[in-house]
């Protein structure tokens, strides 16, 4: 998986086919001829949708979650369809 490399300070961009982009980087940091030094640019994340809106019509139950030394019992409320908390 080929890497783009992108230095923002001076417009350098160089793209690793194989091997280790991070040395590659340290490499021009070094050579960088900006001023004030290489300034590594990384690309947005790539958009991701949410999640489908849940339909679930939600029936909560409380589920015993640990009981504490001192014999308090305690309790999370979830979903007994889905199991999400609620
Ligand atoms: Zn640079
Ligand atoms: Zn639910």
Do not use: D, F, Q
């Amino acid at each position: 998986m080929a890497v783009e490399i992108i230095c923002e300070a001076c417009g350098w961009m160089a793209i690793v086919e194989s091997g280790y982009p991070s040395a590659v980087w340290t490499e021009h940091e070094r050579a960088c001829p900006a001023v004030g030094g290489a300034i590594r640019y990384y690309p947005p994340p790539e958009y991701v949708p949410p999640p489908p809106v849940n339909v679930c019509k939600h029936v909560p139950i409380k589920r015993l979650m640990a009981t504490t030394p001192k014999g308090r019992k305690l309790y999370s409320v979830v979903c007994s369809l889905c199991g999400r908390h609620l």
